[in-house]
């Protein structure tokens, strides 16, 4: 008779468990969409203050979330890149008299395609960081391949 009562107890306690646990991921949901502006359960009362130009979290990620760290992980790794890239340069490329080590474009595709297929993309964010300097707005494989790309820093 003992036995059954624990028994029960065990069950109650774990229905109470999953009883709390839905509660809790129900609640979490419910916030989850009070900020979604996409929403359209109009059982939800408050909707968020959307931001407008000019406000620090405009088009931002919400602090905290996935978003943001999946976004500071992409940033770091591009930044890896970029001086990935300046290395290359500077190993294959040659020192000209401004002192300043230049390669061309085709040296450095067939070099540093072999690495990664994302040269020009990368080439074009060491350009906005003013770590390379090159002319035109894009590169192309075999059309530009004597353009010259030199190393600033």
């Known amino acids: 008779m003992e036995e059954d009562k624990g028994q029960s107890a065990k069950a109650t306690s774990a229905v109470g468990d999953l009883r709390k646990s839905w509660q809790t991921w129900a609640e979490d949901h419910i916030e989850y969409q009070r900020k979604n502006p996409f ?4 059982r939800i009362a408050s909707k968020p203050v959307h931001t407008h130009r000019g406000d620090p979290t405009y088009g931002r990620p919400p602090e905290g979330s996935q ?7 992409a940033h770091s790794h591009v930044g890896k890149e970029v001086e990935e890239l300046c290395l290359i340069i500077r190993s294959t490329g040659e020192v000209g ?5 230049s ?21 074009l964010r060491a350009r906005k960081h003013g770590l390379v300097h090159f002319e ?6 075999g059309k ?6 030199t190393l600033l820093q």
């Open 97 to 101: 008299e401004d002192g300043h080590v």
């Open 136 to 141: 035109g707005e894009m590169l192309w494989q």
């Open 67 to 73: 978003t943001e760290q999946r976004g500071k992980d």
């Open 103 to 123: 390669v061309t474009f085709g040296q450095l595709f067939e070099t540093y395609v072999t690495i990664s297929n994302k040269v020009v993309g990368i080439l």
């Open 144 to 149: 530009d391949d004597d353009v010259i790309i």
């Open 39 to 42: 929403s359209s359960d109009d």
